[in-house]
């Protein structure tokens, strides 16, 4: 992964991503091929930018799908991802 020039601060954050991408995901799955390597990051990237809180952004992911609700009405649903090693939860619509 290559870093952009006069950014300090980008190595750091390309070395938490990818310890984070190794605790949470492909330290528990056993990885076959390249192909297979590259389908799980892109599961765990999507779920990464969209649905997983970031502390920094209050809690929010970076690129929310769905913009967030103030009901509080309605059944929650659960997505399995990575054959149920990532867990998304939506609330239906009432």
């Given at each position: 992964?290559?870093?952009?020039?006069?950014?300090?601060?980008?190595?750091?954050?390309?070395?938490?991503?990818?310890?984070?991408?190794?605790?949470?995901?492909?330290d528990w799955l056993?990885?076959?091929?390249?192909?297979?390597?590259?389908?799980?990051?892109?599961?765990?990237?999507?779920?990464?930018?969209?649905?997983?809180?970031?502390?920094?952004?209050?809690?929010?992911?970076?690129?929310?799908?769905?913009?967030?609700?103030?009901?509080?009405?309605?059944?929650?649903?659960?997505?399995?991802?990575?054959?149920?090693?990532?867990?998304?939860?939506?609330r239906a619509a009432?």
């Amino acid at each position: 992964m290559k870093t952009p020039v006069r950014a300090p601060k980008a190595n750091a954050i390309a070395e938490r991503f990818v310890r984070t991408v190794r605790s949470e995901c492909l330290d528990w799955l056993l990885i076959l091929n390249r192909r297979h390597l590259e389908s799980v990051l892109r599961v765990y990237v999507d779920h990464y930018n969209r649905e997983r809180p970031h502390r920094a952004l209050e809690l929010c992911p970076p690129d929310p799908h769905e913009p967030q609700e103030a009901s509080h009405v309605g059944q929650i649903h659960r997505r399995d991802r990575l054959g149920g090693l990532i867990h998304e939860y939506h609330r239906a619509a009432a």
